[in-house]
């Protein structure tokens, strides 16, 4: 089946550290995009890449970074410079074209302890 | 610049009442337009789109949309609500290829029993 995986589901961090939340798509898709999700906030676009090797900040970058080395695989860095980083972050990718709608991993929530 | 706003970050209704999802975009071009829904802790799975074929939109789960230029609008609707309906619903808007989507604050819905 084709789909989007997040891993891990939960992930604990202790003050201080970076942590990486890993995205893999099979999907054959051009774009990925990284989202964070936070109560009575909707969805907060982080970076996104359109294509291998290329990727673009979002509207809330700072204390995030990402790499984009595979066409499948876009994993997102929460470093200790993201000053609040406990939230549900969520991968999603689509066709690279109009008109196609984004498809969604489950989500990883990240808590900072 | 795109935008979305829902009217109402909670709505409940009883089970098999009338279900009424607001949804207002701004957007300098036609927009393509899109609802996803969400449960607790999962990511985003696709309802319905607005892809300028036809203003009125049926999706998965009994529920459509209305395209309505003049008003910016993309309310979603569904006749009877039923308990597994409850859950937290997004719009969304894109203007161009697919790196763009903008998410509104997103509406969560209660069915009453």
């Known amino acids: 089946d084709g789909g989007i995986t997040q891993s891990p589901k939960y992930l604990f961090r202790k003050e201080g550290q970076n942590v990486t939340l890993s995205c893999e798509q099979n999907l054959n898709h051009d774009a990925m995009y990284w989202y964070r999700q936070d109560p009575g906030q909707g969805l907060r676009l982080i970076y996104y890449s359109q294509i291998v090797n290329d990727f673009q900040k979002g509207d809330i970058a700072e204390g995030y970074s990402v790499s984009r080395e595979k066409k499948e695989s876009f994993p997102l860095t929460v470093t200790s410079a993201q000053k609040n980083p406990t939230a549900f972050y969520l991968c999603a990718s689509s066709i690279e074209t109009m008109n196609t709608e984004a498809f969604f991993g489950q989500g990883t929530r990240l808590t900072v302890v | ?113």
Not at chain 2, 69 to 87: C, G, Q, V, Y
């Open chain 2, 1 to 113: 610049a795109q935008s979305v706003t829902q009217l109402g970050s909670h709505v409940s209704v009883s089970e098999g009442a009338l279900v009424l999802l607001r949804c207002n975009y701004s957007s300098s071009v036609p927009p393509y337009l899109f609802w996803y829904v969400q449960y607790p802790n999962q990511g985003l799975q696709l309802l319905l789109k607005y892809t300028s074929a036809a203003t009125l939109v049926k999706g998965i789960n009994g529920f459509e949309a209305e395209f309505k230029k003049s008003e910016t609008s993309f309310h979603l609707t569904k006749p009877s609500a039923h308990m597994s309906d409850a859950a937290e619903y997004f719009c969304a808007v894109s203007e161009s290829y697919g790196q763009n989507f903008v998410f509104g604050p997103g509406t969560r819905l209660s069915v009453l029993p």
